[in-house]
């Protein structure tokens, strides 16, 4: 069993309306210091295989085919210990 982290972001110069919203809103609630912010997804997979390198290659694959929006989003997929 190999429990692995997928992280799903919007790629460079994808403009996230979500993030300057919060980030917005943590200056107005006295959060200045704050000075950029990005958004994005994670998951844990539990992945049925004991080989690291075939468990991160079958979590970058559904990545590829269903997680990401592989247009607008970039991933990245790492084992946890």
């Not at 107005?28 to 539990?46: A, E, P, R």
């Amino acid at each position: 069993m190999t429990r692995i982290l997928v992280t799903i972001k919007l790629k460079n110069g994808v403009h996230d309306p979500q993030a300057e919203a919060v980030h917005h809103a943590l200056q107005d609630m006295g959060f200045g210091n704050v000075t950029s912010m990005t958004m994005g997804k994670q998951m844990v997979l539990d992945i049925n295989e004991d080989d690291h390198d075939k468990a991160i290659k079958q979590a970058e694959e559904m990545c590829r085919q269903l997680l990401a929006n592989t247009v607008l989003e970039r991933f990245e997929a790492q084992v946890l210990l």
